[in-house]
């Protein structure tokens, strides 16, 4: 079956300007997760949805920082005014339920690399 | 403040033989720790996993060992194979979020 798909697979922007990152998790599951990746370091958590709620926005660096969810389906991070502090790959799980992660399984889809210039 | 950390940023082996792993965390709520592969240009995918109730899982050539008293776990690949070259994220979760090291780059040499 189809994993999770992120879209556009490279981001390159100026500073200022504002993008969006797209994902399609696996079909059926309810729970949905951003991270990011910056240069050497591991993911850090961003945004847990469940459903089309966000009840975890604790690691969204900044009100610039923004994300929804519809019809239980596709998510869309937007990103305001980009700064160059914010060039990293950013990546998408979903899981089937709870969103226990530890014993609901976290399935990623292969990111997008945002460059803000 | 990096709550898992893996310390050895890379790994080199020889085809056949066993590769070690290692993490560390500090969070005492963490629960649950899984071992995340990825190879270029794709997302992690998951490896192996263990609860904090047990001390050591076992999947094929791959092991988890936790050791709570220490926060310490690791990940054992025996035998390396050529495959197994890639990057390998520790995680470790008390609820739902992940939190990940740094990755440790492994290369299997032929």
């Known amino acids: 079956g189809a994993g999770v798909s992120q879209s556009p697979s490279n981001k390159v922007t100026e500073k200022g300007k504002d993008v969006e990152l797209r994902c399609d998790p696996i079909s059926g599951h309810t729970a949905l997760y951003w991270y990011r990746q910056r240069l050497g370091q591991g993911l850090e958590f961003l945004i847990y949805?469940?459903?089309?709620?966000?009840?975890?926005k604790s690691g969204l660096p900044s009100d610039r920082f923004s994300a929804e969810r519809t019809g239980e389906s596709v998510s869309t991070l937007t990103i305001q005014r980009t700064q160059q502090e914010d060039s990293a790959v950013y990546l998408c799980a979903s899981s089937l339920a709870s969103g226990r992660g530890g014993t609901d399984t976290q399935y990623f889809g292969p990111g997008t690399r945002l460059t803000v210039l | 403040d990096q709550q898992v950390k893996q310390n050895s940023p890379s790994l080199s082996v020889q085809e056949g033989r066993i590769s070690i792993l290692n993490c560390d965390y500090t969070n005492s709520m963490f629960d649950y720790f899984l071992w995340y592969k990825k190879y270029p240009a794709e997302g992690p995918t998951f490896l192996i996993s263990i609860s904090s109730i047990k001390d050591k899982n076992e999947d094929g050539r791959f092991t988890v060992f936790l050791n709570k008293s220490a926060k310490h776990l690791s990940l054992h690949i025996v035998p390396s194979q050529p495959g197994d070259s890639a990057v390998y994220f520790c995680?470790?979760?008390?609820?739902?979020?992940?939190?990940f090291g740094a990755g440790t780059t492994v290369t299997v040499r032929a």
């Open positions: 995680a470790a979760t008390g609820d739902y979020k992940l939190s």
């Open positions: 949805f469940q459903g089309n709620s966000a009840p975890d």
